[in-house]
Structure formats: C-alpha cells, structure tokens
C-alpha cells in the first residue's frame, strides 16, 4: 500500500489469554497488514501458558505493538483496557485465536473513507478443525442508514453482532465501555455503537478467519441454561433499546423466539425452583412484547407460546416425550 505516511491510525485491540498454541497465527497475520500505519494493542489477561511472553516477544519484533499485562479480568476489561489507551482515530478488534486476511484493514479502511461511513464491515470464514466455511463472498455492496443497519444488527443475519469483522471510527465509542463479567458482550455494546451512526457499509468479502475451536461447539456439549438465559437477557435489552427509540417496532419477535428456545431447554432439566424462577422472568419479558403475530413467529412457535402461557406442565410432559424420540443433537441435558 502506498503513501502510507499520510494514512490515520487505525488501533487494534487483541485481548489475549491462554491461546499460545494460536496466538503466533493471529499476531503474524497482524503484523503483515498492507495498512501499515497500525497501532496493535495486545492485552495479555493473565495467562499462564506463555502467551504473555509470546505477546512480549512480537513487540521486540514490530515497534507497533504494546503489550499490556494485566491480572485475569476477562475479555470485556481486556477490551475496555485497550479503549483506554488507544490513540487511533479508527479500532479495530482481533480475537487472538483467529487470523486475518493480509488486506483486511485497506480494504475496510477504503470501503469506509469511499462511501463515507461511520462503519465498514467484511464478511468472514469459519475455520473448524475439518473444513472452512464461508456465507458471504458474493462481493454484493450494502449501505445502510442507521435504521437499516440496526435493524439488520437485530436480525443478526446479514450484520452479526460481533466486533472484530469491522472498522469502526474511534469517536463511537466515546462513553461506551464492554460490559464486565458476563458474556455476549459483543451484543450488549454493538447497538449503542450503530445508534451514534449515520450510515454503515459493508461488502461480501472474507477477510477474517474465525476460529470454532473443538470443545467450544462440539455436537453433544453438556448443556449450560444460565449462559443462554443470559444471552435473552442481552437481546432483550437490545430489543428494549431499539423500541424505546422507534427504530424498529418487528423487533420484539426476537425475545420471543429467544425465549421459547430457552424454555424448550429448560423443559429438559429437572424441575427446580431456581428452573421455575427462570422461565417466570422470561415469561414475563416476552409478555411485554406481547403484540408479536403469526407472521412473525410461525405457526409453531405461536402454538408453543400459547401452550407456555396456558398450560404450562402439559406442554413440559410432551415436550419431554418428543425428545424421548428426537435427541437433541447440539446438547446433552442433565436430567434425574
């Protein structure tokens, strides 16, 4: 890439903890960048298997990289520790047991400065240990109104809600910081990032490599209720957020399609108080978007929704039967 010297700064904030079997991939795939005016932050969250020293060993190589070390506070402190101390006028975020493509900060930094963008956003591959997959490669052109993309953030489709497949302006992240100690944080912040926008781009080229590590998704996996109660949470707040401020009034059909997937899996773990608990919250916040038609949801889940409202032991003793006969293939649940 020519005429570097008069390109801004783009900061690139990598937290990383225990990933040392990953991390030389992801910092080399950094560092080779043909935007080469780059700040590359690396947050080294405590690690313990010799990341940190890696991280220390790439700065000794490239005079663009910090290190930070800190103790283990998780990804969202790592992030808004990087915030803190970044000096670019655009971010960008790389997870460390991922790579990108040589090209991706040009092609994002010009698909934003040519369109006058707020945001550009790539599309991205799946790496798994048996094969790579990729949605989006067309190179079909999108450009959005903040409605637009925030109601395709919502959508979770086209714009996911992740962070790193993007290049955003540094000014939107003034007052918004990742949320600490819990997870989902991409979806928790990414709206309030789209609200402050005027338009987002985004074109149907691969340029980051996402990583689905084995033991992270693997078919089978012991199923984890809180961590899915949380991400209703996360897109219930999201939802609230987008109808408080008229962007989007479909947009409840989400917390309800959340919600049912949610109880359908609580229906297969043992009765508790604490189960019980649960399932009256998210009752309760799918009540108050309770406008949401068939059209939306389909005919099965409005039935599954009226049968949860109404009756919901009855539906409890066939959901289970069902699944005596139709295993779920993504879970393993801890019955009696």
């Not at 979770?156 to 600490?180: E, S």
């Not at 809180?226 to 991400?231: A, H, I, Q, R």
Request: proline share 2%; glycine share 4%.
């Amino acid at each position: 890439m020519k005429n570097t010297e008069a390109l801004p700064l783009i900061s690139i904030i990598v937290p990383v903890y225990n990933v040392k079997d990953y991390l030389e991939k992801c910092l080399q795939s950094i560092c080779v960048q043909t935007y080469k005016n780059l700040e590359i932050i690396l947050i080294d969250d405590g690690s313990s298997d010799g990341s940190g020293e890696l991280c220390d060993l790439f700065a000794q190589r490239d005079g663009r990289i910090k290190v930070i070390h800190q103790t283990n506070a998780g990804q969202s402190a790592a992030r808004n520790r990087g915030l803190a101390v970044a000096q670019g006028e655009f971010l960008g975020f790389v997870d460390s047991d991922d790579w990108i493509e040589p090209d991706m900060y040009e092609f994002l930094y010009h698909l934003l400065k040519a369109n006058g963008a707020d945001i550009s956003i790539c599309s991205h591959y799946i790496e798994t240990a048996v094969k790579t997959r990729v949605k989006h490669s067309s190179g079909q052109f999108s450009s959005f109104s903040r409605e637009e993309a925030i109601r395709t953030l919502v959508e979770d489709k086209r714009i996911r809600n992740y962070m790193w497949d993007k290049l955003y302006k540094r000014q939107l992240f003034a007052g918004i910081y990742f949320p600490v100690n819990r997870v989902f944080e991409d979806i928790a912040v990414s709206y309030q990032i789209f609200y402050k926008t005027q338009k987002v781009v985004m074109q149907d080229c691969p340029k980051y490599h996402y990583l689905k590590r084995e033991g992270s998704t693997t078919q089978g996996k012991l199923y984890n209720y809180e961590k899915e109660y949380l991400l209703f949470q996360t897109v219930y707040e999201q939802v609230k957020f987008v109808r408080e401020k008229e962007i989007w009034d479909k947009a409840p059909y989400c917390v309800h399609e959340r919600g049912i997937h949610l109880i359908d899996h609580l229906m297969m773990l043992p009765q508790s108080s604490l189960i019980d608990d649960v399932i009256n919250d998210v009752l309760a916040r799918m009540q108050e978007f309770d406008n949401v038609s068939w059209p939306q949801l389909g005919v099965m889940h409005i039935f599954k929704r009226r049968m949860m409202y109404c009756h919901l032991k009855v539906y409890r003793c066939i959901y289970r039967l069902v699944r005596t006969f139709f295993k779920s293939k993504r879970y393993k649940f801890q019955t009696l």
